[in-house]
Nanobody
Framework: QVQLVESGGGLVQTGDSLRLSCAGS????????MGWFRQAPGKEREFVAA????????SYAEPVKGRCTISRDNAKNTVYLQMNSLKYEDTAVYYC???????????????????WGQGTQVTVSS
């Protein structure tokens, strides 16, 4: 099992940057493929980005491609989401997720992940 805790959200203006962090507990963090999802009010939770166990494979959703960078530091049991050029439509609760798998499809569906954090709010004012 892994427990995930997100941090780094906040209120920013259009065009600003934020770096979200997700700290995982447990000794096997490097065995998990990690993902970021987001959920805006009244909308479904949607995929943002995913990173393989080693960090060698990465996938992004089209709306954030070119503006977001996912990375991980397995020595610190942490995965990051750097978000630049933030837009009003990026406003959402951002969730970190983990799945214990060696496969890389990549996992973009919510149902593919077994573990979730509690979320961190990102609000972008226009």
């Amino acid at each position: 099992q892994v427990q995930l805790v997100e941090s780094g959200g906040g209120l920013v203006q259009t065009g600003d940057s934020l770096r979200l962090s997700c700290a995982g507990s447990g000794r096997a963090f490097s065995s998990y493929t990690m993902g970021w999802f987001r959920q805006a009010p009244g909308k479904e939770r949607e995929f943002v980005a995913a990173i393989s166990r080693s960090g060698g494979s990465i996938s992004y959703a089209e709306p954030v491609k070119g503006r977001c960078t996912i990375s991980r530091d397995n020595a610190k049991n942490t995965v990051y989401l750097q978000m630049n050029s933030l837009k009003y439509e990026d406003t959402a609760v951002y969730y970190c997720a983990a799945v214990l798998t060696a496969k890389w499809n990549p996992p973009t569906a919510r149902a593919e992940y077994n573990y979730w954090g509690q979320g961190t709010q990102v609000t972008v004012s226009s």
